[in-house]
């Protein structure tokens, strides 16, 4: 199991979200952990040590001052013997004691005196998180070398309520936590890399707006397995609604000349995979607002412009990176195509793959691709996604080391 020997020391902090920590326990100790808990006073209020105890098989440590837990320097003890200390959900309050260096419970106290890796899954209103205090505090736990998983966009519990600010989920926040602890071989550590994935999305009007059909899978499974081997990975994401890869600093635009400045302020790289199907055109002039259909009317013409080529544009540019990959979905003559989009875009593989419907793989969970080269064409059949990314990055390590 992925975790196997591992000892998470869990503090749930006081918010709605502590109730899914109860999950969080769960899907931990299916890896294998040991998961340790220790609650604040906010957190009882939301879920019981009763339950959270029951779930974790341990003692649920709640007090700093407790006699029976503090007898042996208990917080010393807590701090120091486990290989992780997660936090989920991490209030804006307890954030805001982390980068202050506040100890006046327990969860805070453990926190300033361990001197092991610290996952904080932050959970709050989406004004908190976006209030100059948070995100002081959030720069300065990240240059502490604290690392973040989430919030996630969607709704609040507040009736009315929506933005950045709800808890990942468990199983993103259990994958985050085996990234972490991850002592597998790391082929790419030190070098960094670009990854786009996704559509975008090329607004006519307020309401509408030019995409394809690509969910982002293949993308943002691309960016974790490069992660996975060492890599520093910056995603940059068209819409989708999968959630952030663990381990990856994720960069979230809509249009296409939003991706290829995200990409160019990305350079240098030692690697870049384009992934993403971007929208070849965009309209040249898009209505601030909604076009309304009148009786009668012919349906307005749409003036088509074309979108900037990034793949090409970085194929081609003085700080290209040292790999340089492209995607190319195609839906006929894939191979041909391919070769062709090799020589014209300054790649040094393309992946190509046949998207026509009956095959199901642009949404979907599997894919067939050929990855070609000026070596030639190797060809991939029926593969998951993720076991696409993880051959892929493999490849992209044997060819940087």
């Not at 790649?347 to 199901?360: L, Y």
Request: proline fraction near 5%; glycine fraction near 8%.
């Amino acid at each position: 199991m992925a975790l196997s020997n591992k000892h998470i020391l869990l503090i749930i902090s006081g918010g709605i979200a502590a109730y899914k920590s109860l999950d969080l326990i769960r899907r931990l100790k299916e890896r294998g952990a040991k998961v340790t808990p220790v609650m604040t006073r906010g957190a009882q209020e939301f879920v019981t040590p009763l339950a959270v105890g029951a779930l974790s098989a341990t003692h649920v440590f709640t007090e700093l001052f407790s006699r029976q837990d503090e007898q042996d320097v208990g917080h010393i003890r807590l701090a120091r013997d486990c290989d992780l200390v997660l936090v989920a959900p991490a209030t804006a309050d307890l954030l805001a004691k982390m980068a202050n260096g506040m100890a006046d419970d327990l969860a805070s106290t453990v926190l300033l005196a361990t001197d092991r890796p610290v996952l904080v899954a932050p959970a709050m209103n989406p004004k908190m998180w976006e209030a100059k205090a948070t995100k002081r505090n959030i720069a300065t736990l990240k240059s502490d070398g604290i690392a973040f998983i989430g919030p996630m966009a969607g709704e609040m519990a507040e009736k009315g309520e929506a933005g950045v600010g709800r808890m990942a989920e468990a199983l993103q926040i259990a994958e985050a936590v085996e990234h972490l602890l991850d002592d597998a071989p790391k082929p790419l550590k030190g070098k960094t890399a670009i990854v786009t994935s996704g559509p975008t999305h090329e607004p006519i009007d307020p309401v509408r707006y030019i995409a394809n059909r690509s969910s982002g899978q293949q993308g943002h499974a691309i960016a974790a397995a490069l992660a996975k081997l060492g890599a520093e990975v910056t995603l940059v994401s068209g819409p989708v609604t999968i959630p952030d890869p663990a381990g990856v600093t994720t960069i979230h635009v809509e249009r296409a000349e939003e991706m290829r400045d995200a990409v160019l302020g990305k350079l240098p790289s030692d690697i870049a995979v384009f992934v993403a199907a971007v929208a070849d055109w965009r309209v040249a002039s898009s209505s601030e607002q909604k076009i309304k259909k009148q009786p009668g009317d012919a349906p307005p013409a749409l003036q088509l412009t074309e979108n900037p080529d990034i793949l090409k544009t970085v194929g081609h540019h003085e700080k290209r990176p040292r790999l340089v990959i492209g995607f190319a979905a195609e839906t006929q003559n894939v191979e041909d195509n391919g070769r062709a989009k090799l020589q014209r875009k300054g790649a040094d593989m393309i992946v190509a793959n046949d998207v026509s419907p009956e095959t199901g793989i642009m949404g979907g969970a599997r894919n067939q691709v050929k990855i070609i080269s000026a070596s030639g064409v190797d060809a991939w059949l029926d593969l998951s996604k993720t076991e696409v990314a993880e051959r892929l990055a493999a490849l992209i390590a044997e060819r940087l080391t």
